[in-house]
């Protein structure tokens, strides 16, 4: 059963940090990994995707890397604004042959500070 | 349409009434989900359609749960005799096909009073 862990819970920073967030997942037997924000009382908005055979995908201030052999993916914020507060979630997408689920980790709660 | 459309956006209902929360995906997207997320908790994963194949319902809590998708397109989820605990936002994804990334929906929020 593949499992996906989120380090850290929360996060608080001042604005102009650069921080990462951190996703492990159990079976490496992946189609790709996406990354997510939430806003509070509000839906998900998609991040970036990184297909299995790739080793990172980067969208403005967001990198994002990809070891799939050894479970773990990471995510870049540089120059952090308090528009950037949210939670983060990592999720990954099983290889089966027949359609897969996304099986999500817990979020990384983030907080930039003015 | 550009995105993933879920009405209502809220809804409150008494116990034991039934619900329909609905869900309009991309257009061409073959694949759509829903997941629940319970207040303070992770995505639950309910109920997985794709193209023609029969659905994956492994996700489904009881079977006052249920789910159609009608001509490979929008998408019905129906709780019967809700009860407290069913209390959720209820969220829809689509994806271009099983591999893709996914692209979510705003969410129906449903209170059970």
């Known amino acids: 059963k593949q499992e996906v862990t989120q380090i850290p819970a929360a996060l608080s920073v001042p604005e102009g940090e650069n921080l990462v967030l951190n996703c492990s997942f159990t079976d490496s037997a992946i189609y790709n990994l996406q990354w997510f924000r939430q806003d509070p009382g509000k839906g998900l908005t998609s991040l970036l995707l990184?297909?299995?055979?790739?080793r990172e995908q980067t969208s403005g201030r967001l990198n994002a890397s990809l070891d799939k052999s050894s479970g773990r993916s990471t995510l870049y914020i540089a120059a952090s604004q308090p528009g950037d507060s949210a939670t983060y979630l990592c999720a990954v997408r099983r290889a089966e042959t027949s359609g897969s689920r996304l099986t999500f980790g817990e979020g990384t709660q983030l907080t930039v500070n003015p | 349409g550009a995105g993933v459309s879920q009405s209502p956006s809220n809804k409150v209902t008494e116990k034991g009434k039934d619900v329909e929360l609905r869900c309009d995906p991309i257009?061409?997207?073959?694949?759509l989900y829903w997941y629940r997320q319970s207040l303070g908790q992770g995505l639950e994963f309910l109920i997985y359609f794709q193209g023609n194949s029969a659905p994956d319902k492994s996700g489904l809590p009881s079977d006052r749960f249920s789910a159609e998708r009608t001509g490979g397109s929008v998408s019905t989820l129906t709780i019967q005799r809700t009860q407290q605990e069913d209390s959720a936002v209820y969220l829809c994804a689509s994806s271009l096909n099983f591999r893709g990334g996914y692209t979510f929906g705003s969410g129906t929020r449903l209170t059970v009073v």
């Open positions: 990184i297909q299995s055979s790739q």
């Open positions: 257009s061409g997207h073959t694949a």
